[in-house]
């Protein structure tokens, strides 16, 4: 079973940067971050497929987000940069043991573990 605990959340005004850490017990073959604001569905953010280090971003994040691994701390971070007030939202990190291939590292229904979360609040 992968355990996952993310942080790094908090408050920050708009322009601001967060990096979000989530430390794993095991590595995945697919890594996500997804984020969920109140009324809205859960959102994929960014994610990594990591035997081939193929990343995706959605568009509303590209240019602003960066996913990266550091393996040998096991941990995965988002760092947030040029942060906007429609980027608050609970950011949950998720991983797959075992995918099939980067093509679903943007799906929720791909990652079997996940998070507790942690919050991300933007002031305009």
């Known amino acids: 079973q992968v355990q996952l605990v993310e942080s790094g959340g908090g408050s920050v005004q708009a322009g601001g940067s967060l990096r979000l850490s989530c430390a794993y017990s095991?590595?995945?073959?697919?890594m996500g971050w997804f984020r969920q604001a109140p009324g809205k569905e859960r959102e994929g953010v960014a994610g990594?497929?990591?035997?081939?280090?193929?990343?995706y971003y959605a568009d509303s994040v590209k240019g602003r987000f960066t996913i990266s691994l550091d393996n040998a701390k096991n941990t995965m971070y988002l760092q947030m940069n040029s942060l906007k007030s429609e980027d608050t939202a609970m950011y949950y990190c998720?991983?797959?043991?075992?995918?099939?291939?980067?093509?679903?590292?943007?799906?929720?229904?791909?990652?079997?573990?996940w998070g507790q979360g942690t919050q991300v609040t933007v002031s305009s």
């Open positions: 990594i497929y990591t035997p081939g280090g193929t990343t």
């Open positions: 095991y590595s995945s073959m697919c």
């Open positions: 998720a991983a797959a043991f075992y995918c099939s291939g980067a093509w679903g590292i943007h799906d929720a229904t791909t990652y079997g573990y």
